[in-house]
């Protein structure tokens, strides 16, 4: 009798132990309850009372409403569930619902088009949304479905200046300069043509690297220039317009495709009219940054743009033939017009 009963308990243990193990491999299982509803996670490494932060907001609640409480979403801000490499990737496999992240996923899934990325290439953000909306466009979405997320919009984030501890107005002032770059290839592979000597170093420990001079210059938004108070130790702003940084809302394909009809087509909604008012927010708030840093003593430089895009005109064709050949200088500059 006591060998049948620890017998058993043994059998029931370790037919728990299995159901347990079956239950916590897919995190997608967990997304939708047997009665239809989905309770999600969404994660962003931008702050919560930044545009983008509070379009989230947003969204989550319009998303909750129209659907009448069948899509919940939990949102974390702030890097709280990690930096947006790693949102990428936990959302491409599953172990995240959705993400807002930047142009991390460039590098991570489609590095042949990083040219949406290059400084100076664009040269507006009509540009930038005819290329992002065109069939240059889709096919990046293609490449990040078949890395297992779907895109359900972008938004336009900022516009990336120059800024440094003297005015920096030729391509003569850059040579040598010490320039402090985020790690994306395209960023140092691209200024390092113009003379650029890179350096990468971590944005929290940025206002001290420029501090003392372990970089001369950095290259931001006006939103990182005021709330890092970099205007302290980099009192001039060159309007370089470089980059139109974008970023893409995402859901994971098994979540998405688990979705109704209905619920799929109220966060696509949703997802249009929200990233919208990120675009109107962060178009207001980057005025409201440039004016703090203004009254803060920075003068703001204008450059000659043309000369710093023409100055890579034959390195950017030669990069479309061999790494970027997805799509041709050509095509993407018609967009320009």
């Not at 939990?74 to 790693?86: A, E, V, Y």
């Not at 290439?121 to 890395?147: E, P, R, V, W």
């Not at 900022?158 to 850059?174: I, M, N």
């Not at 309007?239 to 619920?263: A, C, R, S, W």
């Amino acid at each position: 009798m006591r060998f049948k009963k620890l017998a058993l308990a043994v059998c029931m243990m370790t037919l728990s132990a299995v159901l347990l193990t079956g239950c916590g491999s897919d995190n997608n299982s967990k997304a939708k309850g047997e009665d239809g509803k989905f309770k999600l996670d969404l994660a962003t490494a931008y702050s919560a009372d930044s545009p983008a932060g509070k379009a989230m907001k947003k969204f989550v609640d319009d998303v909750k409403t129209k659907s009448n409480g069948t899509i919940e979403i939990n949102l974390f801000t702030d890097g709280t569930l990690g930096n947006p490499k790693d949102n990428y990737s936990s959302v491409a496999s599953g172990d995240l619902d959705m993400t807002m992240a930047g142009l991390e996923g460039l590098d991570l899934y489609a590095p042949e088009y990083t040219f949406l990325d290059a400084p100076f290439l664009m040269k507006s953000l009509k540009q930038q949304d005819a290329i992002l909306n065109s069939g240059i466009g889709d096919k990046l979405k293609a490449i990040y479905k078949k890395n297992g997320f779907t895109t359900l919009g972008f938004h336009n984030r900022d516009v990336r200046e120059l800024a440094g501890t003297r005015p920096l107005k030729t391509l003569d002032d850059l040579k040598g300069l010490k320039l402090r770059l985020p790690g994306m290839r395209v960023y140092v592979d691209t200024w390092s043509q113009l003379g650029v000597s890179s350096t990468t170093v971590a944005m929290n420990e940025l206002y001290t690297a420029l501090q003392t001079k372990v970089a001369e210059a950095c290259e931001g938004g006006y939103e990182q220039m005021a709330t890092l108070k970099l205007y302290e130790v980099q009192p001039y702003i060159m309007e370089t317009d470089h980059v139109y940084e974008f970023v893409g809302l995402y859901i994971n394909n098994k979540v998405f495709d688990k979705m109704t009809p209905e619920q799929k087509k109220i966060l696509e909604e949703c997802a249009k009219e929200d990233l919208k008012y990120a675009d109107q927010l962060a178009a207001e708030s980057r005025e409201q940054y440039k004016e703090q840093c203004v009254s803060k003593g920075v003068q703001i430089v204008q450059v000659d743009r043309e000369a710093f895009r023409k100055a890579l005109e034959d390195y950017y064709k030669e990069q479309f033939k061999s790494k970027w050949n997805v799509t041709t200088y050509e095509d993407v500059m018609k967009y320009a017009n």
